[in-house]
């Protein structure tokens, strides 16, 4: 059983920046694919930004650019960097973990309780 606790949201104005953090514990972390999603109220979780164990990296187009996801597994802790970001990233974002691959679906085996991202215009 995997456990991830996500930190690091808050309140920030447009072209500000953020950086999340994800702290897992329970299993053998490199071994996980690692991906952040997003949901805001009344709309599906999406796909934000994902890594395989080896550190390749997977992004939204929407994001593309401006998010940089990254992981140290010494820490067991998975991160996504944020930048110029905009009023439509606002949204509560939940890391996943997964054995195998990336994938860009919900198809996640754990998730954490997600922190909440509000981006003022």
């Known amino acids: 059983q995997v456990q991830l606790v996500e930190s690091g949201g808050g309140l920030v104005q447009a072209g500000g920046s953020l950086r999340l953090s994800c702290a897992a514990s329970?299993?053998?972390?490199?071994?996980?694919?690692m991906g952040w999603f997003r949901q805001a109220p009344g709309k599906e979780r999406e796909f934000v930004a994902g890594i395989s164990g080896s550190g390749s990296t997977y992004y939204a187009d929407s994001v593309k650019g401006r998010f940089t996801i990254s992981r140290n597994n010494a820490k067991n802790t998975v991160y996504l960097q944020m930048d110029s970001l905009k009023p439509e990233d606002t949204s509560v974002y939940h890391c996943a973990a997964r054995l195998g691959v990336v994938y860009t679906s919900t198809t996640y085996d754990y998730w954490g309780q997600g922190t909440q991202v509000t981006v003022s215009s």
């Open positions: 329970g299993g053998t972390f490199s071994r996980y694919a």
